[in-house]
């Protein structure tokens, strides 16, 4: 089993930025990507982007490219989800995800563990 602590949500203005940490425990030798995704109220899932664990291979959502960037840090088998020029519409809980991808790794059934999501608001 692996458990997954997401941390550093929070409000903050349009145009802010923010980031998510991600905390991995137990078996992280068996984790080969993780991803993070994004809920909005009254929206589905919403895939925001991967990364493997060692590092390569990112995947963004268009809705985020250029703005969001996903890191890892193996050593303290942590991810990071940096976010720069927020707008009002990343407004969501934000889950972090992590397992052995079958694909690209944007559908979360691709995933077996998950975090316990942190909110973030952007304010107008």
């Known amino acids: 089993q692996v458990q997954l602590v997401e941390s550093g949500g929070g409000l903050v203005q349009a145009g802010g930025s923010l980031r998510l940490s991600c905390a991995a425990s137990?078996?992280?030798?068996?984790?080969?990507?993780m991803g993070w995704f994004r809920q909005a109220p009254g929206k589905e899932r919403e895939f925001v982007t991967k990364?493997?664990?060692?590092?390569?291979?990112?995947y963004y959502a268009d809705s985020v490219k250029g703005r969001f960037t996903i890191s890892t840090d193996n050593a303290k088998a942590t991810g990071y989800l940096q976010m720069n020029n927020l707008k009002p519409e990343d407004t969501a809980v934000y889950y972090c995800?992590?397992?052995?991808?079958?694909?690209?790794?944007?559908?979360?059934?691709?995933?077996?563990?998950w975090g316990q999501g942190t909110q973030v608001t952007v304010s107008s």
């Open positions: 995800a992590a397992g052995r991808p079958s694909g690209l790794g944007r559908f979360p059934y691709e995933y077996d563990y």
């Open positions: 137990g078996r992280t030798f068996s984790i080969y990507a």
């Open positions: 990364i493997s664990w060692s590092g390569g291979n990112t």
